[in-house]
């Protein structure tokens, strides 16, 4: 038997969705249901602070405008203010987001981040070789890392 924590605010959270979406049906509001059923969609950046992070935040950003996702941002303490100027253009486009800071593994933080949060439903780096930053070994020798996120990972560059 799969033993998982079981959220009960999530539960009822979702209980709450489908009955307030139930009531707008009966109402003939079609659009407002679906709205109200639609998941929501969070896509996580991790950023390391290259030059390189350039390419992934234009792939995340479309990718959010085009999805009406949410973006969370995932980044190393020490990158934080250089970071902040490139999120402006997805400030212009009203794309929701936010930033989480880690001082450790950012592939740790990667995996946490996901396995905690079931609505992120995609990862989007820019290279897998870099998320060993601040990183032990032994989470560097672990399996592929699209095995330990447990949703889609997109790897931007090559």
Do not use: W
Not at 58 to 71: H, S, T
Not at 91 to 118: F, H, W
């Amino acid at each position: 038997m799969d033993k998982r924590n079981i959220d009960v605010r999530e539960i009822m959270r979702q209980l709450e969705n489908i009955l307030s979406a139930s009531v707008f049906a009966e109402a003939g509001e079609f659009e407002v249901a679906q709205q109200i059923m639609k998941p929501d969609e969070r896509v996580l950046l991790v950023m390391i602070g290259n030059p390189s992070d350039a390419k992934s935040l234009k792939y995340a950003e479309n990718f959010c405008e085009r999805m009406k996702a949410r973006l969370e941002v995932l980044c190393p303490t020490s990158g934080k203010e250089s970071l902040e100027a490139s999120l402006q253009s997805i400030r212009e486009k009203g794309i929701e987001y936010s930033v989480i800071e880690t001082d450790g593994c950012l592939k740790q933080a990667m995996v946490d981040i996901t396995t905690g949060n079931p609505d992120i439903r995609y990862v989007v780096v820019n290279s897998q070789s870099e998320l060993a930053m601040g990183c032990r070994k032994e989470m560097n020798d672990k399996t592929d890392v699209s095995d330990l996120v447990g949703c889609s990972l997109v790897v931007v560059g090559a």
